[in-house]
T-cell receptor, first 111, second 112 residues
Framework: DAGITQSPRHKVTETGTPVTLRCHQT?????MYWYRQDPGHGLRLIHY???????DKGEVSDGYSVSRSKTEDFLLTLESATSSQTSVYFC??????????FGAGTRLSVL | QQQVKQSPQSLIVQKGGISIINCAYE??????FPWYQQFPGKGPALLIA?????SEKKEGRFTISFNKSAKQFSLHIMDSQPGDSATYFC???????????FGTGTLLAVQP
């Protein structure tokens, strides 16, 4: 998975609890992305980063925040998880525009 | 205008047959069109990609056909094999967004 590690790989949590997903890369790529994958919707961009402390919103950013304090780490936080955030979350990295490499994903269930 | 429409949603093909997946886009500023392959429990992996200055790109059994005037592109898998069974996503990149816009995916099943 192109030097990308997502953790945890699986998580079950309760509604209203905070959740943080981590993406770690060893490729020193500038761009990092968080997507969610749901049946019938494909991959939808949540947030992305174009450098340390430089982030921007994607198309489904409500209820999510991100942080990037180091080139290699990109954190996705659900401040107060809801059942609608049950999904599979993928991190991706990119050094070249348009070419993205994906991690193995985190399966999150919010009960 | 930022959408990429993908069809069919699912596809069943016999071993040795040709699998065809179609995508259409609206934004003429898109300038890079990759296809991703995803196996169950794995992340999507880049399969093949094309830029709009060519009409076709072939890599092994996988071919992208691109029709700029119609704003459509398609993936052809020749001599489909059971190991090709996966979900395929088309995507488009470019314009002011600098983001990849994905189609909704096609679940391909190749029957032995």
């Amino acid at each position: 998975d192109a030097g990308i590690t997502q953790s945890p790989r699986h998580k079950v949590t309760e509604t209203g609890t905070p959740v943080t997903l981590r993406c770690h890369q060893t490729e020193n790529h500038r761009y990092m992305y968080w997507y969610r994958q749901d049946p019938g919707h494909g991959l939808r961009l949540i947030h992305y980063s174009y450098g340390v402390k430089d982030t921007d919103k994607g198309e489904v950013s409500d209820g999510y925040s991100v942080s990037r304090s180091k080139t290699e780490d990109f954190l996705l936080t659900l401040e107060s998880a809801t059942s609608s955030q049950t999904s599979v979350y993928f991190c991706a990295i990119s050094a070249q525009e348009g070419i993205q490499y994906f991690g193995a994903g985190t399966r999150l269930s919010v009960l | 205008q930022q959408q990429v429409k993908q069809s069919p949603q699912s596809l069943i093909v016999q071993k040795g047959g040709i699998s065809i997946i179609n995508c259409a886009y609206e934004n003429t500023a898109f300038d890079y069109f990759p296809w991703y392959q995803q196996f169950p429990g794995k992340g999507p992996a880049l399969l093949i990609a094309i830029r709009p200055d060519v009409s076709e790109k072939k890599e092994g059994r996988f071919t992208i056909s691109f029709n700029k005037s119609a704003k459509q592109f398609s993936l052809h898998i020749m001599d489909s094999q059971p190991g090709d069974s996966a979900t395929y996503f088309c995507a488009a990149y470019g314009g002011a967004t600098n983001k990849l816009i994905f189609g909704t995916g096609t679940l391909l099943a190749v029957q032995p």
